[in-house]
């Protein structure tokens, strides 16, 4: 096997590609404001890609963002990496959770950009169904062999690393590419409890890239999530997102050198904003001075119902003017409840009780008893809550 003095390529995931992303506005052509954005990343992209020379992109995952693809969504994705096959560089697709529709993670819909017949689209989708330890790496020299995991049951990739732990041993330079859960991950607030856990997932590599959590952050000895390549929903508010730039070396001693640059991709964000901040804004007090033309900003209005309707007018004004600025703007009404502000706190002031907290404190009240699983319940709430900020 040759020998070369680096490898470089452009990894993400969590690309969620759809036509019906949360916050989505539809045009005139049918086609949504989000979907475009998702399009203009992959422009960018293979901007960068051909600029720099460039030859494979790694997508870890989450190609699409629902295994039942519509049209809109699958013309726009099969032609964005038609382009970069087309013009000399190979996209080489490890499965994600949301590319499958089957529990048991046996298919992948990004198989079928593989049997397309172009030698610049690969997935590597089957290789937890036999093809082999062997035929289901990429062995680039012989210091560097990057090892594709898709994603699958937690069970299923913990075997699969199991079996390929003797090889990995003996291999070089060996690095795992991977989409799924590891325990003490962070995802929008929330701390991953359940999943492979971050030691039995690096050991033996000299490195794991993953996607699934859409926050950008380290694991273990020696893994790292991506990240998303752009915002989704208020719950990514102030993360930056795009792709990554990756170069490995090789080291005389110990693992192989990587080096890391985050390339960003022109693509809207994500604002909260509170209602009493925007109302009294003046001078060079302005709340909205980071905000881009086309991001989103969601406007928070801490009132009671009554005090509510009697702001509507005046936030639907403000709401107004900042469309025609070119935002996209939402409003919030976080409901303050009359017989909470009634009870003292312990410091003499109002304490106030939102949903997540009454939720916590019924389900920890004494008179639940029969049919009330906590942990499920919680489970259920943090999953509103999700579903709610995206």
């Known amino acids: 096997m040759p020998t070369h003095p680096s490898y470089r390529a452009l990894f993400l995931g969590d690309v969620h590609m759809s036509n019906k992303l949360p916050h989505a506005r539809t045009g005139a052509d049918g086609i949504t404001d989000r979907l475009k954005d998702q399009i203009r990343m992959w422009e960018d992209l293979e901007r960068y890609r051909s600029k720099n020379g460039i030859d494979h992109v ?83 020299s012989d210091w560097l062999t990057l090892w594709p995991m898709p994603f699958a049951p937690i069970a299923d990739n913990r075997d699969y690393l199991a079996k390929i732990a003797p090889k990995v041993a003996k291999t070089p330079g060996s690095v795992l590419l991977m989409h799924n859960s590891v325990v003490g991950a962070r995802h929008m607030g929330w701390t991953c409890d359940a999943g492979l856990e971050a030691d039995e997932v690096c050991a033996g590599f000299d490195a794991v890239l993953s996607s699934h959590f859409h926050t950008a952050q380290e694991f273990g000895p020696c893994g790292r999530y991506l990240g998303a390549p752009m915002q989704f929903g208020f719950g990514d508010e102030g993360e930056e997102r795009g792709f990554w730039d990756v170069t490995f070396r090789p080291s005389k001693k110990g693992p192989v050198k990587i080096d890391w640059e985050l390339v960003h991709v022109f693509a809207p964000e994500f604002w909260t904003v509170k209602w009493e901040d925007l109302a009294t804004a003046g001078g060079d007090d302005d709340p909205l001075e980071q905000v881009r033309e086309g991001d989103y900003v969601l406007i928070e209005v801490k009132a009671t119902a009554a005090e509510f309707e009697k702001l509507r007018r005046s936030v639907d004004m403000h709401v107004e003017d900042l469309e025609e600025q070119g935002f996209k703007v939402k409003v919030h009404h976080d409901v303050v409840y009359h017989h909470e502000t009634r009870l003292e706190a312990t410091d003499g002031g109002a304490e106030i009780a939102g949903p997540d907290r009454l939720m916590l404190e019924y389900v920890e009240h004494v008179g639940v008893t029969k049919g009330m699983d906590r942990e499920n319940l919680l489970a259920v709430g943090r999953k509103i809550h999700e579903e709610a900020t995206r």
């Open 58 to 140: 790694w997508i870890l995952g989450d190609l699409f963002d629902r295994a039942l693809v519509d049209a809109a969504t699958l013309t726009a994705t099969v032609k964005a990496l038609v382009r970069i096959a087309s013009a000399g560089g190979v996209v080489r697709i490890v499965p994600g959770n949301h590319d499958t529709d089957d529990p048991k993670a046996s298919r992948f819909v990004v198989d079928a950009l593989d049997s397309m017949g172009l030698d610049g689209l690969i997935s590597y989708g089957g290789i937890l169904d036999g093809v082999g330890v062997v035929d289901g790496i990429f062995p680039f």
